[in-house]
C-alpha cells in the first residue's frame, strides 16, 4: 500500500469516527432521550471547547514521550470505549461529562493526524488536500449510512 492510500484511509477513518454520531446524535437525545434543545446545544459544544484545549496536551505527549500514531492509538480505542458507554446513560448530566472526557479524548486526534500527514507527504502543500478530502468522504459516508440504517429500522433520523 502507498504513503497516499494510508494517509488517505488514516483520514477517512479519522472523520467516519466524528460523523457516526455528530449527524443523528441530536435526533436520538431530543426525541429519545427528551433532552431539551439547550442540553443538546450543550453537548455539541464541549467537542470545541475540548478543540481549543486538548490538542496542547496531546501534541505535548507525542512529541515528547510516544510516537503520534501510539497515542491517536490509546486516544482513540478509549474515546469508543467511553462512546459506547455513553450509548447507555439516559441522564443529562452524566451524558454531558463523558461527553467532555470523550472530547478531550478526541481533539487532540485530529491535530495529530494532520501532523502525521504532513510528517510524510513529500510536497505536503500539494498533496494534503488530496489526502484531507478522504476524511471529509469518511465523515460523509458514516453520516449517511448511519441516517438510512436508522430510517430504515424506525428510529428517529
Do not use: H
Amino acid at each position: 500500500m502507498s504513503v497516499k492510500f494510508r494517509l488517505g484511509l488514516m483520514m477517512f477513518l479519522q472523520y467516519a469516527i466524528w460523523g457516526s454520531w455528530t449527524p443523528v446524535l441530536s435526533a436520538y437525545l431530543m426525541n429519545t432521550l427528551g433532552f431539551s434543545g439547550a442540553q443538546v446545544g450543550v453537548i455539541y459544544s464541549l467537542l470545541p471547547l475540548a478543540t481549543i484545549i486538548a490538542p496542547f496536551l496531546g501534541g505535548q505527549i507525542a512529541d515528547r514521550y510516544f510516537a503520534s500514531e501510539k497515542v491517536i492509538a490509546f486516544l482513540q480505542l478509549t474515546g469508543g470505549i467511553l462512546l459506547i458507554l455513553i450509548s447507555k446513560l439516559t441522564d443529562y448530566s452524566s451524558m454531558m461529562w463523558l461527553m467532555l472526557l470523550y472530547s478531550l479524548l478526541y481533539a487532540p486526534t485530529l491535530a495529530l493526524t494532520n501532523s502525521i500527514a504532513f510528517v510524510n507527504l513529500a510536497n505536503s502543500e500539494k498533496d494534503f488536500r488530496k489526502i484531507r478530502v478522504w476524511g471529509t468522504i469518511g465523515w460523509i459516508v458514516a453520516g449517511l449510512t448511519l441516517s438510512v440504517w436508522r430510517m430504515t429500522s424506525g428510529g428517529a433520523i
